[in-house]
């Protein structure tokens, strides 16, 4: 059974950092690309990274250029997400999904706050 | 990038109806990288449709995608809605970076 599990999230002071971890199981993760999708309260879903099989390829939406970093361990099954100079529009749920390349698979979510 | 406009923002239909969301997009997408999205508050999206057109496993056969080649408007129809089909529909284009989603379009009980 293909599981997705995120984690990380929590309350940060603007400007500050979180590292989001995505753990999977179930299936053959260095074969398939990644990707971090993130909706804030009560708004749609929007588009955040994703990366490829061996972590050489990586793309963002603009808004968190030079921001976020996407990575990966495939020894770990992992995907992360690092958030720096986090803003208060970056509060959101983060979700993990699987690329087929359409997006199959989810994780639950992470909720993640920025706030004073 | 590719924006995904959806329409209408709303439908309020009673369960049996018949229910027609529209995903228009601002430039060509190529059938193969559009696909549809069902989300119920609380949950993680769920695929429905993939290729604009396929169902993904186990979506029933009341979901039907439609939009081929290289086009600017898909459309998602379900035939007979189920009490559980009412939820926020969501579609979305992979075929270029930054992926994008259009809106969405809630579906409420009348």
């Known amino acids: 059974e293909v599981q997705l599990v995120e984690s990380g999230g929590g309350l940060v002071q603007p400007e500050g950092s979180l590292r989001l971890s995505c753990a999977t199981s179930?299936?053959?993760?260095?074969?398939?690309?990644m990707t971090w999708v993130r909706q804030a309260p009560g708004k749609g879903l929007e588009w955040v990274a994703n990366?490829?099989?061996?972590?050489?390829?990586?793309n963002y939406v603009d808004s968190v250029k030079g921001r976020f970093t996407i990575s990966r361990d495939n020894a770990k099954n992992s995907v992360y997400l690092q958030m720096t100079s986090l803003r208060v529009e970056d509060t959101a749920v983060y979700f993990c999904?699987?690329?087929?390349?359409?997006?199959?698979?989810w994780g639950q979510g992470t909720l993640v706050s920025v706030s004073s | 990038e590719i924006v995904l406009t959806q329409s209408p923002g709303t439908l309020s239909l009673s369960p049996g109806d018949r229910a027609t969301l529209s995903c228009r997009a601002n430039?060509?997408?190529?059938?193969?990288?559009l696909a549809w999205f069902q989300q119920k508050p609380g949950q993680a999206p769920r695929l429905l449709i993939y290729?604009?057109?396929?169902?993904a496993s186990g979506i029933p056969d009341r979901f039907r995608g439609s939009g081929s080649g290289t086009v600017t408007d898909f459309t998602l129809t379900i035939s007979r809605l189920e009490p559980e089909d009412f939820a926020v529909y969501y579609c979305?284009?992979?075929?270029?970076?930054?992926?994008?989603f259009g809106q969405g379009t809630k579906v409420e009980i009348k």
């Open positions: 179930g299936f053959n993760f260095n074969t398939y690309w």
């Open positions: 990366i490829n099989e061996d972590g050489s390829e990586q």
């Open positions: 979305q284009q992979f075929l270029s970076s930054p992926w994008t």
């Open positions: 430039q060509s997408v190529s059938s193969s990288y």
């Open positions: 290729s604009a057109s396929s169902r």
């Open positions: 999904a699987r690329n087929e390349p359409w997006l199959e698979f």
